[in-house]
Protein backbone atom coordinates (compact mmCIF):
# COMPACT_ATOMS: atom_id res chain seq x y z
CA UNK A 1 0.00 0.00 0.00
CA UNK A 2 1.15 3.45 -1.16
CA UNK A 3 2.29 5.40 2.01
CA UNK A 4 3.23 8.85 0.38
CA UNK A 5 0.62 9.33 -2.08
CA UNK A 6 0.75 12.64 -4.31
CA UNK A 7 -2.48 13.94 -6.09
CA UNK A 8 -2.89 14.91 -8.52
CA UNK A 9 -0.26 12.42 -10.60
CA UNK A 10 -0.87 14.90 -13.65
CA UNK A 11 -1.76 18.45 -13.94
CA UNK A 12 -2.31 20.91 -16.65
CA UNK A 13 -2.49 24.38 -16.14
CA UNK A 14 -2.26 27.62 -17.96
CA UNK A 15 0.38 29.96 -17.99
CA UNK A 16 -0.46 32.58 -14.54
CA UNK A 17 -3.04 30.14 -13.68
CA UNK A 18 -2.45 28.93 -9.89
CA UNK A 19 -1.83 25.42 -8.85
CA UNK A 20 -2.29 23.28 -5.99
CA UNK A 21 -0.02 19.73 -5.42
CA UNK A 22 -1.06 17.60 -2.06
CA UNK A 23 0.75 15.31 -0.50
CA UNK A 24 -0.47 12.97 1.99
CA UNK A 25 1.57 10.53 4.37
CA UNK A 26 0.45 7.24 6.59
CA UNK A 27 3.83 7.07 7.82
CA UNK A 28 3.24 9.82 10.47
CA UNK A 29 7.11 11.27 9.61
CA UNK A 30 7.39 14.54 11.05
CA UNK A 31 9.47 15.72 8.25
CA UNK A 32 8.08 16.18 4.97
CA UNK A 33 10.11 17.84 1.59
CA UNK A 34 8.84 19.18 -1.71
CA UNK A 35 11.46 18.09 -4.65
CA UNK A 36 11.39 19.72 -8.17
CA UNK A 37 12.69 17.41 -10.87
CA UNK A 38 13.17 18.71 -14.17
CA UNK A 39 13.41 16.44 -16.69
CA UNK A 40 17.27 14.74 -17.03
CA UNK A 41 18.05 16.85 -13.83
CA UNK A 42 18.51 16.04 -9.85
CA UNK A 43 16.18 16.36 -7.64
CA UNK A 44 15.94 20.06 -6.10
CA UNK A 45 14.99 20.73 -2.42
CA UNK A 46 12.17 23.70 -2.83
CA UNK A 47 12.04 23.60 1.39
CA UNK A 48 10.57 21.04 4.13
CA UNK A 49 8.48 21.32 7.25
CA UNK A 50 10.39 19.78 10.21
CA UNK A 51 6.23 19.15 12.54
CA UNK A 52 5.62 22.33 12.03
CA UNK A 53 8.52 24.48 11.15
CA UNK A 54 9.19 25.55 7.59
CA UNK A 55 12.18 25.62 6.09
CA UNK A 56 12.84 27.47 2.79
CA UNK A 57 15.52 26.81 0.59
CA UNK A 58 17.25 30.00 -0.26
CA UNK A 59 17.23 29.64 -4.02
CA UNK A 60 13.14 28.51 -3.88
CA UNK A 61 11.64 31.24 -6.02
CA UNK A 62 8.72 33.16 -3.95
CA UNK A 63 6.28 31.90 -6.71
CA UNK A 64 6.39 28.82 -4.62
CA UNK A 65 4.44 28.57 -0.88
CA UNK A 66 3.60 25.44 1.42
CA UNK A 67 1.55 24.43 3.55
CA UNK A 68 1.33 21.60 6.34
CA UNK A 69 -2.20 21.81 8.36
CA UNK A 70 -1.30 18.55 10.39
CA UNK A 71 1.44 15.93 10.18
CA UNK A 72 0.01 13.78 7.56
CA UNK A 73 -0.56 16.50 4.71
CA UNK A 74 1.54 19.27 2.83
CA UNK A 75 0.69 21.48 0.49
CA UNK A 76 2.85 23.03 -2.64
CA UNK A 77 1.47 26.34 -3.80
CA UNK A 78 2.02 27.69 -7.35
CA UNK A 79 1.19 30.87 -7.45
CA UNK A 80 1.97 31.96 -10.67
CA UNK A 81 3.34 29.17 -13.08
CA UNK A 82 5.21 29.96 -15.54
CA UNK A 83 6.85 28.00 -18.61
CA UNK A 84 9.74 27.15 -16.60
CA UNK A 85 8.55 25.44 -13.77
CA UNK A 86 6.61 22.99 -15.86
CA UNK A 87 8.81 19.60 -13.99
CA UNK A 88 7.72 16.57 -11.88
CA UNK A 89 7.20 17.64 -7.67
CA UNK A 90 8.06 15.14 -5.56
CA UNK A 91 6.89 15.02 -2.28
CA UNK A 92 8.61 12.65 0.22
CA UNK A 93 8.94 12.55 4.08
CA UNK A 94 11.28 11.05 6.60
CA UNK A 95 10.87 9.94 10.41
CA UNK A 96 12.91 12.80 12.44
CA UNK A 97 15.91 11.69 14.28
CA UNK A 98 15.90 8.00 13.21
CA UNK A 99 15.33 8.47 9.47
CA UNK A 100 17.33 11.72 9.55
CA UNK A 101 20.38 9.95 11.05
CA UNK A 102 19.59 7.65 8.04
CA UNK A 103 19.26 9.89 5.58
CA UNK A 104 16.55 7.46 4.04
CA UNK A 105 13.24 9.38 2.68
CA UNK A 106 10.27 8.11 1.39
CA UNK A 107 8.74 9.21 -1.70
CA UNK A 108 5.70 9.13 -3.41
CA UNK A 109 5.05 9.05 -7.12
CA UNK A 110 5.31 12.63 -8.19
CA UNK A 111 2.83 14.56 -9.92
CA UNK A 112 3.68 16.14 -13.18
CA UNK A 113 2.95 19.69 -13.90
CA UNK A 114 2.32 21.02 -17.28
CA UNK A 115 2.17 24.53 -18.10
CA UNK A 116 0.82 25.79 -21.43
CA UNK B 1 27.39 24.48 -8.61
CA UNK B 2 26.52 20.97 -8.40
CA UNK B 3 28.07 19.51 -5.45
CA UNK B 4 26.30 15.82 -6.40
CA UNK B 5 27.67 14.33 -9.85
CA UNK B 6 26.15 11.38 -11.87
CA UNK B 7 28.49 12.36 -14.92
CA UNK B 8 27.27 9.24 -17.13
CA UNK B 9 23.59 9.68 -18.16
CA UNK B 10 23.20 6.67 -18.88
CA UNK B 11 24.82 2.72 -18.91
CA UNK B 12 23.83 -0.35 -20.93
CA UNK B 13 25.07 -3.88 -19.52
CA UNK B 14 24.28 -7.64 -20.33
CA UNK B 15 21.93 -9.43 -17.95
CA UNK B 16 24.43 -11.42 -15.64
CA UNK B 17 27.39 -8.97 -15.46
CA UNK B 18 28.54 -6.25 -13.43
CA UNK B 19 27.15 -2.79 -13.32
CA UNK B 20 29.26 -0.09 -12.00
CA UNK B 21 27.53 3.30 -11.36
CA UNK B 22 29.58 6.22 -10.69
CA UNK B 23 28.60 9.45 -8.35
CA UNK B 24 31.44 12.33 -7.39
CA UNK B 25 30.51 14.33 -4.80
CA UNK B 26 32.56 18.46 -4.26
CA UNK B 27 31.73 18.73 -0.54
CA UNK B 28 34.13 17.27 2.55
CA UNK B 29 31.15 17.85 4.76
CA UNK B 30 28.83 15.66 3.40
CA UNK B 31 28.79 12.45 6.08
CA UNK B 32 26.47 9.92 4.63
CA UNK B 33 25.54 8.36 1.00
CA UNK B 34 22.60 6.81 -0.42
CA UNK B 35 21.42 5.51 -3.50
CA UNK B 36 17.84 5.57 -5.22
CA UNK B 37 16.29 3.81 -7.72
CA UNK B 38 13.55 5.18 -9.76
CA UNK B 39 11.22 3.22 -12.37
CA UNK B 40 9.24 5.22 -14.88
CA UNK B 41 5.91 6.87 -13.15
CA UNK B 42 7.24 5.83 -9.49
CA UNK B 43 9.02 7.85 -7.32
CA UNK B 44 12.66 6.92 -5.89
CA UNK B 45 12.99 4.19 -3.86
CA UNK B 46 15.89 3.81 -1.17
CA UNK B 47 18.34 1.12 -2.25
CA UNK B 48 21.60 1.36 -0.26
CA UNK B 49 23.31 3.66 2.11
CA UNK B 50 26.44 4.25 3.34
CA UNK B 51 28.39 6.25 6.23
CA UNK B 52 31.29 8.21 5.84
CA UNK B 53 32.91 5.92 8.47
CA UNK B 54 33.20 3.22 5.97
CA UNK B 55 34.18 2.67 2.77
CA UNK B 56 32.08 -0.53 1.60
CA UNK B 57 28.42 -1.61 2.23
CA UNK B 58 27.09 -4.45 1.10
CA UNK B 59 23.36 -5.88 0.72
CA UNK B 60 23.03 -8.70 -1.43
CA UNK B 61 23.65 -8.22 -5.24
CA UNK B 62 24.30 -4.29 -4.40
CA UNK B 63 27.36 -3.04 -3.18
CA UNK B 64 28.52 0.70 -2.27
CA UNK B 65 32.00 1.58 -2.36
CA UNK B 66 33.24 4.99 -0.89
CA UNK B 67 36.55 6.93 -1.16
CA UNK B 68 36.30 9.91 0.80
CA UNK B 69 39.78 11.07 -0.37
CA UNK B 70 38.65 11.23 -4.13
CA UNK B 71 35.42 12.09 -3.41
CA UNK B 72 33.87 9.28 -5.54
CA UNK B 73 31.46 6.21 -4.74
CA UNK B 74 30.02 3.95 -6.76
CA UNK B 75 27.73 1.19 -6.92
CA UNK B 76 28.07 -1.92 -7.68
CA UNK B 77 25.31 -4.37 -8.85
CA UNK B 78 26.49 -8.35 -9.33
CA UNK B 79 24.90 -10.13 -11.51
CA UNK B 80 22.94 -7.26 -13.10
CA UNK B 81 19.00 -8.36 -14.24
CA UNK B 82 16.74 -6.97 -16.09
CA UNK B 83 14.43 -6.02 -13.27
CA UNK B 84 17.46 -3.60 -12.54
CA UNK B 85 16.51 -1.55 -15.64
CA UNK B 86 15.90 1.98 -13.56
CA UNK B 87 16.88 5.16 -13.19
CA UNK B 88 19.87 4.98 -10.42
CA UNK B 89 20.28 8.58 -8.07
CA UNK B 90 22.94 9.30 -5.94
CA UNK B 91 22.56 11.25 -3.10
CA UNK B 92 24.40 12.73 -0.31
CA UNK B 93 23.52 14.24 3.60
CA UNK B 94 25.34 17.05 4.65
CA UNK B 95 25.96 16.84 8.62
CA UNK B 96 21.96 18.21 9.56
CA UNK B 97 19.27 16.29 11.80
CA UNK B 98 16.74 17.01 9.00
CA UNK B 99 17.70 14.29 6.17
CA UNK B 100 18.18 16.80 3.94
CA UNK B 101 19.23 15.20 0.94
CA UNK B 102 21.43 16.59 -2.31
CA UNK B 103 20.63 14.48 -5.27
CA UNK B 104 22.78 13.42 -8.44
CA UNK B 105 21.63 13.60 -12.27
CA UNK B 106 20.92 10.04 -12.48
CA UNK B 107 22.04 7.44 -14.51
CA UNK B 108 19.82 5.37 -16.58
CA UNK B 109 20.66 1.36 -16.50
CA UNK B 110 19.80 -0.56 -18.94
CA UNK B 111 19.76 -4.10 -18.35
CA UNK B 112 19.59 -6.69 -21.56
CA UNK B 113 18.64 -9.95 -21.48
Known amino acids: DAMVIQNPRYQVTQFGKPVTLSCSQT?????MYWYQQKSSQAPKLLFH???????NEADTPDNFQSRRPNTSFCFLDIRSPGLGDAAMYLC???????????????FGEGSRLTVL | DQQVKQNSPSLSVQEGRISILNCDYT??????FLWYKKYPAEGPTFLIS?????DKNEDGRFTVFLNKSAKHLSLHIVPSQPGDSAVYFC????????????FGQGTTLQVKP
Open chain 1, 49 to 55: YYDKDFN
Open chain 2, 50 to 54: ISSIK
Open chain 1, 92 to 106: ATSSGLAGALAGELF
Open chain 2, 91 to 102: AARGSSNTGKLI
Open chain 2, 27 to 32: NSMFDY
Open chain 1, 27 to 31: LNHNV
